[in-house]
């Protein structure tokens, strides 16, 4: 099992009656819970078994395992009817820990959890393994930043050393089109495996969903359905806009990133890293590889991300992510790069004017692995942005 960051906050959420932990499929939330819930009974209900026991009798199973240390529910979306019971079987044993739940499908989870068990509820989001943690269990040794991008995060590409261009035409027919079919009935599979592509050909650039739309040959209704979908089942997220004005029109469109590279990557049919280097789309991909890393980091922590972007409305002026500090705003460029060059301060010069900050508080994250403090802002290396949340928080980090 792979070292991962995120079970640094389990004791804080075991205060909580259920503990449930979203995320992608394969992204390693089965081994997490049976590793740190090791007394836990566990239950899958993948296995149509157990599905069609807790469906018919969600009482009775609950009745039967009373005694045990605690319950571990996996793919609990398959009966989402459980908890309502579970809900009841918290109110009256106020047991903290005692329900471990994990799911893959974001719409569902969020919707049964609204209804059922809002209040008791610890909610955490488990994405592929992040840089830090790719670092910290030796998986980037000898990688270039092009191999990281094309191989991405997910955990059985490493534990079982299987090739990209293996893995992730098999994980979207075993996974994503499955859970496709059980989200909304989308009867053109290979439609929606081009508009999946098409997302990809737009990966870091602003949202146009008409435009996406008439480019796959669907409706924009269908456009916007099937984009929420693959946010419900973690493939894109989106970024938004921040909106603080400076007295300058900006733009509202949010723009579209992939939580995982790799992925991204084999639906441009980009077959190995060497193709990546030279790609036209690699300034675009390694962007997105920074903020799904950012965001990581913060789902990794149990908090919500405070990550955005900011554009003004005829794109002229543009910085890649903005993290909201509540207090004060972080400006962050992004630059795929190996070179540091002047052009990388450019958009932090004219925000830092705009919105009167302390350059010592801006920063350009990089392809390559120098740090530098400049007086137009601060350079990192993409392996040290492995740990610049952390820097947010404690500034000694890095």
Request: proline share 5%; hydrophobic share 40%.
């Amino acid at each position: 099992m792979f070292q991962r960051v995120m079970g640094q906050v389990f004791t804080r959420y075991i205060k909580f009656p259920v503990v449930a932990i979203l995320g992608p499929r394969q992204s390693g939330k089965t081994t997490l819970a049976k590793h740190f819930f090791k007394n836990y009974k566990y239950f899958s209900l993948e296995d149509p078994n157990t599905r069609l026991l807790i469906q018919n009798d969600p009482r009775g199973f609950l009745k039967a395992n009373e005694n045990t240390h605690g319950i571990i529910i996996d793919e609990f979306q398959h009966v989402p009817n459980i908890l309502s019971y579970i809900q009841l079987e918290s109110d009256e044993k106020n047991r903290p820990g005692y329900f471990v739940l994990t799911g893959s499908q974001n719409y569902l989870m969020n919707q049964a959890i609204t209804q059922s068990l809002a209040g008791r509820v610890g909610i955490l989001t488990l994405l592929p393994l992040s840089i830090n943690e790719m670092t910290q269990n030796n998986l980037l040794e000898n990688k270039s930043i092009d191999d990281l991008m094309f191989f991405g995060g997910y955990p059985r590409v490493y534990s079982e050393s299987i090739l990209p261009i293996d893995y992730f035409p098999s994980y979207l027919q075993s996974y994503v089109e499955r859970d496709v079919r059980q989200l909304v009935n989308v009867e053109n599979l290979n439609l929606f495996q081009k508009f999946m592509s098409l997302c990809a050909g737009r990966i870091g650039q602003l949202l146009n969903i008409e435009s996406l739309g008439n480019d796959c040959g669907i409706s924009f209704n269908t456009a916007r359905s099937w984009l929420s979908i693959l946010e419900a089942s973690y493939t894109i997220f989106l970024l938004q806009p921040h909106f603080k004005n400076f007295s300058k029109r900006l733009t509202k469109s949010p723009k579209l990133y992939f939580h995982d590279t790799g992925l991204a990557c084999s639906l441009l049919r980009i077959l190995s890293p060497e193709v990546l280097a030279t790609h036209p789309l690699r300034g675009n991909i390694f962007e997105s590889l920074i903020i799904a890393d950012m965001y990581k980091q913060f789902c990794n922590k149990g908090m919500r991300s405070p990550l955005y972007f900011w554009r003004d409305l005829n794109g002229r002026h543009e910085i890649d992510c903005i993290i909201d500090r509540g207090l004060n705003l972080v400006p962050v460029e992004i630059k795929s790069g190996l070179t540091i060059s002047s052009d990388f301060f450019k958009g932090l010069e004219y925000w830092n004017e705009l919105a009167q900050n302390n350059p010592n508080n801006s920063f350009v994250i990089y392809g390559g692995n120098e740090k530098e403090i400049r007086k137009q802002g601060n350079i990192i290396g993409w392996k040290a942005a492995g740990n610049f949340v952390d820097q947010m928080i404690d500034p000694t980090v890095l």
